[in-house]
């Protein structure tokens, strides 16, 4: 018995002086990123990458009537038309009227809100069709 870990001191003796990576040849994952903890994602964890996403987007120079357009779409000025119509949609599914069936005032203000929201992207289209592309 002592001859089998003698062999086995002696591979992987051989295997950590050397510069290969002893495990490279361990198919156990295929390629695929090993992950620690829980493998659900949260949701705060896609906000936090559509932030990042929209924080490296390249944004314009706009005029100042339209920066509290972008504003109320929680946009930053200048956004790509894109990005802009993805917030509108999120807000209107967020603040629909049809949301509080059963409440009146609740449903005055929700569509006061989608109205904003709608005007505010509708602005944001007009600019930007109206200007020349580079």
Not at 4 to 13: A, P, S
Not at 18 to 34: H, I, N
Not at 54 to 79: C, W, Y
Not at 83 to 107: I, V
Request: charged residues 30%.
């Amino acid at each position: 018995m002592s001859g089998f870990y003698d062999r086995l001191g002696d591979i992987l003796r051989d295997r950590l002086n050397s510069d290969e990576d002893p495990f490279a040849e361990s198919s156990l994952f295929e390629g695929k990123p090993r992950s620690a903890g829980n493998s659900q994602t949260r949701a705060g964890q896609n906000r936090r990458r559509d932030a990042e996403q929209s924080e490296k987007s390249e944004t314009v120079a706009v005029p100042r009537d339209l920066i509290p357009h972008f504003q109320n779409l929680g946009m930053r000025p200048g956004s790509p038309e894109d990005e802009c119509k993805k917030a509108w949609k999120r807000l209107l599914l967020r603040h629909h009227p049809d949301t509080n069936a059963g409440n009146e005032a609740s449903q005055a203000k929700a569509s006061a809100l989608c109205a904003g929201y709608t005007e505010s992207y509708r602005a944001i289209c007009r600019w930007y069709s109206g200007r020349e592309r580079p």
